[in-house]
């Protein structure tokens, strides 16, 4: 279950598209320049001609996606893509209600709130691999998320004497809305030996660019008996604006070892 919704939602790639999921906890050397273990992804052999697929999906909350994907192959060339679409709009209400007991008096402090929170999220998948002959091959993968947001909220606070009097009231409003945007590209080249094909040299190139920006605003107002403003409110606006960029390169080697029934691995990333 965990490889399907890693593949399906992170990857954009179907789970009937695989063929194996190896996770290398002590990966090869050519990749000892990245922290963590590494997990091989291994797809089956695709059929000639195109193949579709689309999915819908509904939640009771307010919450709903659609995917479709399509792909081309012949005995070169292979093509996929993937045109993703996630949304929700999640309402909801909560109350408190707190009562202090003295010697000679109680009261009471009770809150009510309300929210609602929407969110947006399209993704762009595309990847196709082209073969000269079985010695080279190229592949370039495009992967593009964005991801739009609002949510408001609304509580209000109120303080209630001994005699059920209300008598100071605060109504404090949250706001937050922004986007966000990743992109990733990256190709590569693959150089087969003629005498076997598990002996290679390949060569990847990426590059990606993100972007996310956050705006709050903070409102609250302060209200005396009878719900009469008193003129002490208090406002705050923070805004938020990341950008990252980067920049990759490998370059990895193998050729099988038959006297020690092995492989030798070497590679180099900056």
Known sequence: DWSSDVCS?????????LD????????????????????????????????GKIMLSAGTRGEGSFSANVSYR????SF??????GASDFTG???????????DSSNRFNSETNFENKNLRPGLRLQTDYSI???????????????????????????????DEVYKISNRTNASE??????????????????????????????????NDNDRDFYQQFLSSGYIPT???????????TYNKGYSARLDYNKPIKTLNGNFTAGSSF
């Open 9 to 17: 939602s992170d990857l954009n790639m179907n789970a009937n598209q």
């Open 20 to 51: 194996q999921i190896e996770i290398m906890t002590n990966p090869p050397p050519q990749y000892a320049t990245e922290a963590g273990g590494v997990i091989n992804i291994v797809t089956k052999k695709g059929k000639i001609g195109w193949v």
């Open 74 to 77: 012949n005995k070169r060339f």
């Open 80 to 85: 996929a893509g993937t045109l993703s679409m």
């Open 93 to 103: 209400n909560s109350y408190s209600k707190r009562q202090n007991f003295y010697a």
């Open 133 to 163: 002959n079985p010695q080279n091959l190229f592949n370039i993968t495009y992967q593009g998320n964005d991801n739009y947001f609002d949510n408001l909220s609304h509580t209000q606070y109120s303080n209630i004497n001994r005699n």
């Open 178 to 211: 922004g986007t966000g945007y990743s992109h990733y590209l990256t190709g590569s080249y693959t150089l087969k030996s003629k005498k076997s094909i598990a002996e290679f040299l390949r060569l990847i190139l990426s590059v990606n660019a993100g972007k």
């Open 231 to 241: 003129g002490v409110d208090s406002t705050q606006n923070q805004f938020f604006n």
